[in-house]
């Protein structure tokens, strides 16, 4: 079975391609994005768990 791990980053408008680009490089995938409490938008994303 697959072990996931996960995390958030803030996403700026601008710059949104360059932020979900250096994550998928580093083999991130996206799951979600969502507006953050302060209105902000928020990126969760996921990868396979090293054993």
């Known amino acids: ?3 996931w791990e996960y995390t958030t980053t803030p996403l700026l408008i ?3 391609t360059a932020i979900l680009n ?3 490089e ?3 995938e996206l799951v979600q ?3 953050g409490p302060e209105g902000g938008l ?3 994303l996921k ?3 090293d054993a």
Do not use: S
Request: net charge positive; proline share 5%; glycine share 10%.
């Open 42 to 44: 928020v990126a969760y």
């Open 22 to 24: 250096n994550w998928g």
């Open 33 to 35: 994005i969502v507006t």
């Open 47 to 49: 990868r396979p768990k």
């Open 14 to 16: 601008h710059t949104t």
């Open 26 to 28: 580093q083999g991130w």
């Open 1 to 3: 079975m697959t072990q």
